[in-house]
């Protein structure tokens, strides 16, 4: 039987939504199509929908510009109402897991298990203690009902409901493949929300999501240079986009930019700490980056000066062929951090777990 195709991957971020069509045969993994459309402000905060009309219309929009046919996809939910967690149950057969998991879950998650949609994995067996490890996801209804509905009412049919972590789990090992008995930590630092996901020896060991990212950057700089919104964005890129060639970059912006990396670091240190401290992993050999706030270039900097290990941009397209007859290759070398999320969905299939 022919393998299913790929379903698209749809990143519904907070500033705005990427799309990636993948192609894969004998010959490898084809970019078909990618596209990305800014969302206002407001649309989605802290992994919610508040705004749907206008998620719906950005999505019909790419949908339409792209002249795309296919309807299913992929998308991921982050945030708060997403609990990853390994737990330790007692030895027990598939069966009776599927039986007892709603029980074991309760004590582990903050929702009623009732307004819960769970997913579960035995990571391993530890037949000498009677025990085994389970990796436990439970995603709160009313938010993959929310996310599920804003892209059936755009038109697309969705296959696949994912969460961030995973997704930046799918797109590494397309990539890279993760390195047997080393531990490395993933980390996508969108514009309001960082992903970590720790993979020792290949299984997802942790995982958390922090209410930070690019913003901060941006409002710190509104804020202390007393500028706009828009104004204060450009001078974090730099100065690239919407300011005129000769203008510069006062000198303000860069301290504010490092005090922005340094908490910002802090905080992925505390998470890293954390985990290091109630796990029986390695250390961490190595940190990836993706997300547009990996391009802050204090930022990579500052996590390696903190963590004390090297850290990296992840390249989503590592291992995926582009045409560059059909895709401006400067342009994908921008979006490169930005499509991390994306591409992992759109290495996903109909029908997968
Ligand atoms: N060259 C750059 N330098 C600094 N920041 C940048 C650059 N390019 C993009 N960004 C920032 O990256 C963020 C957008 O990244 P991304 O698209 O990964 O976020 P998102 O997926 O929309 O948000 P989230 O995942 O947090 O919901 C914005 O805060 C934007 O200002
Ligand atoms: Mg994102």
């Not at 190595?286 to 930022?299: D, E, F, I, M, N």
Request: net charge negative; proline share 3%; hydrophobic share 40%.
């Amino acid at each position: 039987m022919a393998r299913r195709k790929n379903a698209l991957g749809l990143d519904i971020g907070s500033s705005s939504v990427k799309l990636v069509q993948l192609r894969e045969s004998k010959k490898g993994i084809e970019l078909a199509n990618f596209s990305m459309a800014p969302l206002p402000t407001e649309a989605i905060v802290d992994g919610a929908v508040m705004n749907a009309s206008v998620v719906v219309e950005t999505i019909q929009g790419m949908v339409a510009a792209q002249k795309l046919k296919q309807k299913e996809c992929a998308v991921a939910i982050s945030g708060h109402s997403v609990i990853n967690r390994k737990i330790s149950l007692p030895a027990m057969t598939q069966e009776e897991l599927d039986e007892s998991i709603k029980w074991e879950a309760e004590q582990y998650i903050p929702f009623d298990v009732n307004d819960v949609y769970l997913d579960y994995q035995i990571l391993q067996s530890r037949p000498e203690q009677g025990q085994m490890d389970v990796l436990l996801v439970a995603a709160k209804k009313e938010i993959v009902d929310e996310y599920a509905g804003v892209v059936r009412e755009a038109g697309l049919v969705p296959v696949v409901v994912d969460v961030d972590a995973f997704t930046l789990y799918n797109c590494f090992e397309a990539s890279y493949g993760f390195p047997p008995g080393e531990t490395v930590v993933l980390i996508d630092i969108g514009a309001g929300t960082i992903t970590i996901n720790v993979v020792s020896n290949g299984v997802s060991t942790f995982t958390r999501d922090i209410s930070m990212g690019g913003n901060q950057y941006t409002e710190e700089i509104q804020k202390q240079l007393n500028v706009s919104y828009d104004e204060a964005e450009a001078y974090k890129r730099g100065g690239e986009a919407g300011v005129d060639a000769d203008s510069v970059v006062p000198q303000e912006v860069e301290q504010v930019m490092s005090a922005v990396s340094e908490s910002m670091a802090s905080e992925i240190h505390r998470s890293l700490d954390f985990y290091l401290a109630t796990s029986s992993e390695g250390r961490v050999s190595r940190v990836y980056l993706s997300g547009g706030t990996a391009k802050v270039p204090s930022l990579a900097r500052t996590i390696e000066d903190k963590v004390g290990v090297a850290v990296e941009l992840i390249d989503p397209f590592r291992n995926i062929q582009i045409d560059g007859k059909v895709f401006n290759l400067d342009y994908i070398n921008e979006i490169r951090p930005l499509a991390a999320v994306a591409v992992g969905l759109g290495l996903r299939r109909a029908g997968d777990k």
